[in-house]
């Protein structure tokens, strides 16, 4: 069959519209594909949190690290020498007799004198001992309690303190004691501790008689000799 040539423009026009329709079709579904993928994409404006690389977490071993802990503040050599002489000896059977014997029962300040002459005290003619082995025959200032703070406070070796400045109290002073509070001293020994918590300031010493190395003031004056007091001579 053959068209004339107005049917043929009339199938062109149509098929052009059918084209035409079939374009604007694929157009409006690519639109609307794109407004979808909008709406599901993630948002990067400046609200949004962003995800950052966090560090890593330390080991068990990093965060276990003790805090540091103060130091006791190291001693001189003179009180180093002072305190090896007193936890060497202070044992009845470490007394160092062969040289200075012993005071019977009351070997307290024969014992105090031979520390501060290991720390480098020298005698005089008040307080000395012949270094004999016959402790009887020193001084009254090297083996009585009381001749030895007054030999200390007319000489200025030391600084006398009270129970109430203990906190000025270093280890190599001097402690004494007025068991019965009558004004002299009763027993003498040679400080090797000191501990401080807080306010609280605990004092040990060693002596002879009773022997001990570490004997706590406070135990001294409260079980030991209940109402007692304590003295001491702070040694430059």
């Known amino acids: 069959m053959q068209l004339t040539r107005w049917q043929l423009l009339g199938l062109t026009a149509a098929v052009g519209a059918v084209l035409a329709v079939g374009a ?46 103060a130091a006791t503040p190291a001693v001189g050599a003179a009180v180093t020498a002072q305190l090896d002489y007193l936890l060497t000896h202070w044992k009845l059977e470490n007394y160092n007799s062969a040289e200075w014997g012993v005071l019977g029962e009351n070997d307290c300040v024969n014992f105090a004198s031979q520390a501060m002459i290991a720390r480098g005290w020298t005698m005089d003619a008040v307080w000395s001992s012949p270094k004999n082995g016959n402790a009887y025959d020193s001084t009254a200032a090297w083996r009585s309690s009381t001749a030895f703070m007054k030999y200390i406070a007319a000489t200025g070796k030391a600084v006398a303190l009270t129970d109430q400045q203990r906190d000025q109290v270093k280890v190599g ?62 040694v430059p």
């Open 24 to 69: 604007t079709a694929l157009v409006v579904q690519a639109l609307e594909g794109s407004a979808d993928s909008a709406q599901t994409a993630p948002t990067t404006d400046a609200a949004s949190p962003v995800a950052t690389k966090q560090p890593a977490r330390p080991t068990p071993t990093e965060s276990a690290v003790a805090a540091p802990v």
């Open 173 to 234: 002073d001097i402690a004494q004691f007025d068991w019965d509070n009558t004004g002299d001293r009763d027993h003498t020994g040679i400080v090797t501790k000191v501990e401080k918590v807080g306010d609280t300031v605990s004092i040990f010493f060693a002596g002879h008689t009773l022997d001990s190395d570490y004997r706590s003031v406070d135990t001294a004056i409260t079980v030991d000799h209940p109402g007692g007091t304590a003295y001491y001579w702070s």
